[in-house]
């Protein structure tokens, strides 16, 4: 009954088809604005840093896209970029051993991600609970290995790592772009990748059709804290150290590239080209915010009302789909008297 | 009788909880025979199918597959003994590509990364498209096809995995027609090259139309096996029911009274044009149409489900304007859903307060607004006295019950807000004829007393058995209207198929 509503509510809001170009013609009326009002804003060194500030979020939102395309959600990834940034750079103080600190932000990663896995795929609680009690659990344990100074300082050999130039680009920008092109291909090109649509599709028939869909789900967390791991090192490696509450509620920022991106809420939708896009854009308005000096508390109130609108799209379009599929039954009627 | 056949169920029995569902049923289907499976709501049909498509496991018994026995416990080892299960609501991914979902458990892989191979899959599964002359692109996605073709992937899937043995669950309760003529070619097909198939359905004339043989099962034991062209419907009706049933619709002897109740005038939306029709009081007023033709959309409107962009409802001689389900249940509207799992009941939720729910704010304690359990308790107990509801006790949780016990509920809790005008959209979907009986029997009670029914239906004959006067509604039109005297079955679908 409650679905009846939302269409009667959506149509009364925004009438029929138009919605299919509302995304880019808001994206060029944007464009045009910020063009005119903040010129600097599209000069190539500013679009340079604009892709390397949007490294963290980058390699944080392709795990991100592969749990919602799984139809689940990790609220948890802003909490492990957090601790496992804590945990490379209190090791790196301790040993000054580089890689050995690399290894153990993507391995301590891979074993929050595998917490929220196992608290989805075998133990059943919601992935929006699992990852809140786990965001919670490692924001407290972030500021635990950081302790009372509430900064960790490793210097500038911990910079290396993100901040080297490489052909025009910083170290943590390459990172990115080499991680996405991989995760592009698993995703779209291998089994992997398809029993990820496939289970925010349905789920019920991809465990017919004889797949493991709780280990599916648990390699979705996995793969994600990992990335969320090389995250922490780069937003720590891009101060030399880390500090308390870094990074902490990036998942929102995830959120809204993932969707911007186009890929649905609800799960089994989505190109991951259009993630691409999606990071671009919410690390463009992040850094635009900072051109405008922007205060940091309307800079909060401008985000909430951006990923309000940009949800709001999303879920326009997903009643469109499903006006869409009512059309077709009814097509169908009337092919049968064309025959007759 | 089994010495030739090629599956063999014997002695299968299967109990939830404390309940005895299978009390040693058995069944045989030969190769290159349609084999139809009948039986009532709770006679453990669908568990005897779950059993043998690997849902469910059994608690004893044997199956045998061409003379050896088998045991599965999962619906991928189903299949890879050759059975494969198509399903009353497909379990397809609705996003993905068709060849994805034909090849989903064994996607093509290429070259030492592993890739996908999505060229040689829409290869094959054109392949198996073209066997069952199913002219769609391997590329299509799944969620733009109609139901039709939807069951089609289906089938074409069952094939790919080399399926000796195709059940079908009452495969054509949202077919059309046509569609349904298509699949029973191909059903025929399948048997001529030799598959077993096996076809479950409440339909006698569907049974009698494509089936070889039949088996029926009642209270958890096969009850006959007979060769369709040895029986009658009338045989096959008593069968399943196990009495012999005298007298299938009710007399109607009601007249309807001169007062008008309802009158729907210009109704348009997006899926209607323009509509307008009168209900008298004490009248029972069918519509009928093919799938999509505006029944259920009309129904919905006038509940105030989906929005109209313009028309009137008048109610009484008063032009009232209704936004949502809850004013119209004030006007003294009810509405049955045809999407009874969906939108008429809560699953999860026990029968007591299923039953309940509308009627909930007439149940509580003034002020403090705690309910009044006993008075549900009554309520329930009306119900279960009124419509004979099978179940363990009143708390059980509807989910647990036979499709028909379900549909007995969301019927019985719709009653208890006493409605004016009551709209029933698809009452009798899923249920079988001894239950269907009761229905249509209170249906007429209703008219009797005093109330106004408008019954949706797809089924010309309960519609010819229990209506006053019928509506046929096509393209979100009103085709045609039939009185009781001059309606028939024949006439009927003419009119909402456009036929002169």
């Keep these: 009954m409650c679905d009846g509503g939302t269409i009667n509510m959506t149509k009364r809001i925004l009438p029929g088809r138009g919605i299919n170009y509302l995304k880019p013609a808001i994206l060029l009326i944007f464009a045009v604005y910020i063009a005119i009002r903040v010129p600097i804003f599209f000069s190539p060194a500013n679009l340079i840093s604009v892709i390397s500030q949007g490294a963290v979020i980058g390699v944080a939102s392709i795990g991100m896209s592969m749990v919602i395309l799984a139809g689940e959600i990790d609220i948890s990834v802003g909490a492990i970029i957090y601790c496992t940034g804590a945990i490379a750079s209190e090791i790196f103080i301790e040993t000054g051993n580089l890689p050995f600190a690399v290894l153990a932000a993507i391995a301590s990663g891979a074993l929050f991600g595998a917490i929220n896995g196992f608290g989805v795929a075998k133990l059943k609680i919601p992935s929006m609970i699992t990852t809140l009690a786990v965001s919670n659990i490692l924001s407290g344990l972030g500021s635990i290995i950081i302790g009372s100074d509430s900064t960790l300082a490793a210097g500038s050999a911990y910079k290396v790592l993100s901040q080297t130039k490489i052909l025009g680009l910083l170290s ?111 690390a463009a308005l992040d850094n635009l915010l900072r051109l405008m000096s922007v205060n940091v508390y309307m800079y909060n109130v401008i985000w909430g009302i951006v990923i309000f609108l940009v949800v709001l799209l999303d879920v326009l379009e997903k009643t469109q789909k499903t006006r869409g599929v009512r059309r077709i039954s009814l097509n169908l009627n009337k092919n049968q008297e064309k025959e007759r | 009788m089994e010495q030739d056949a090629y599956l063999v169920m014997r002695d299968i029995h299967k109990s939830f909880s404390t309940v005895e569902v299978l009390k040693g049923a058995n069944f045989s289907v030969k190769r290159g025979e349609i084999h139809g499976f009948l039986g009532g709501n709770g006679a453990g049909k669908s568990t005897f199918m779950n059993i043998l498509g690997g849902i469910y496991s059994k608690d004893s018994g044997e199956i045998l597959i061409d003379g050896e026995a088998v045991e599965f416990s999962s619906p991928m080892q189903a299949i890879q003994h050759g059975i494969s299960f198509i399903h009353q609501e497909l379990k397809l991914f609705s996003m993905r590509s068709v060849a994805d979902n034909i090849y989903m458990s064994r996607l093509p892989q290429k070259g030492p990364l592993r890739l996908i191979d999505d060229k040689k ?150 899926k209607l044009k323009n509509v307008s029709f009168s209900l008298r009081r004490s009248e029972i007023l069918g519509i009928f149409g093919l799938v999509g033709a505006g029944r259920s959309e009309l129904a919905r409107a006038i509940f105030g489900l989906d929005a109209c962009q313009s028309g009137t409802v008048i109610i009484n001689g008063e032009a009232t304007r209704i936004t949502s389900p809850s004013a119209a249940m004030k006007k003294g509207i009810g509405f049955l859903t045809e999407d009874r799992r969906g939108e008429g009941l809560v699953l999860g939720m026990d029968i007591n307060n299923n039953l309940n729910l509308p009627v909930l704010s007439s149940l509580t304690v003034p002020v403090v607004n705690f309910l009044r359990a006993k008075r549900m308790g009554r309520n329930t107990q009306a119900a279960f006295e009124r419509f004979h509801i099978v179940a363990r006790s009143p708390n059980q949780r509807v989910k647990e019950l036979s499709g028909g016990n379900q549909q007995k509920v969301v019927l019985a809790k719709w009653f208890l807000t006493d409605p004016e005008i009551f709209i029933l959209d698809e009452p009798t979907r899923g249920v079988d004829i001894k239950v269907k009986a009761e229905l249509y029997e209170q249906i007429v009670n209703l008219a009797t007393a005093g109330r106004s029914v408008i019954v949706i239906s797809s089924e010309a004959p309960e519609l010819l058995g229990i209506c006053h006067r019928i509506l046929v509604m096509r393209n979100g039109e009103i085709a045609g209207e039939f009185s009781r005297a001059d309606a028939t079955e024949e006439k009927l679908v003419k009119c909402a198929m456009g036929g002169q």
């Design chain 2, 121 to 270: 899959k829409n290869e094959m599964a054109r392949e198996w498209l073209n066997r069952i002359e199913l002219d769609i692109d391997p590329r299509t996605v799944v969620e733009n096809l109609s139901i039709a073709e939807q069951q089609m992937v289906e089938i074409a899937k069952a094939l790919s995995h080399q399926a000796q043995i195709i059940i079908f669950d009452e495969p054509t309760s949202s077919l059309t027609k046509k569609e349904t003529e298509i699949l029973f070619r191909i059903i025929r097909k399948l048997r001529d090259e030799g598959a077993c198939i096996i076809f479950i359905s409440h339909k006698f004339d569907e049974v009698f139309e494509i089936c070889d043989r039949v088996t029926v099962l009642r209270d958890g034991r096969d009850v006959g096996t007979v060769a369709i062209r040895d029986t009658t419907v009338d045989e096959l009706v008593s069968i399943v029911i196990g009495v012999k049933l005298d007298q299938y619709y009710p007399e109607l002897n009601v007249i309807p009274q001169e007062q008008i109740a309802l009158e729907v005038r210009g109704f348009c939306n997006d």
């Design chain 1, 172 to 282: 943590s920008s390459w990172i990115y772009l080499l991680l996405f092109a991989v995760f592009a291909v698993v995703i779209c090109k291998t089994r992997f990748g398809r029993y990820i649509y496939a289970i925010g599709d349905n789920q019920d028939a991809l465990r017919a059709s004889g797949i493991r869909v709780d280990r599916v789900m648990m390699a979705i967390f996995i793969l994600t804290g990992m990335l969320c791991g090389v995250g922490g090192l780069i937003a720590t490696s891009r101060l030399g150290g880390t500090q308390f509450n870094l990074s902490l509620g990036t998942e929102v920022y995830c959120i809204a590239a993932v969707v911007v991106g186009g890929i649905s809420m609800s799960g089994g939708r989505g190109n991951i080209g259009g993630l691409f896009l999606g990071v671009f854009i919410v």
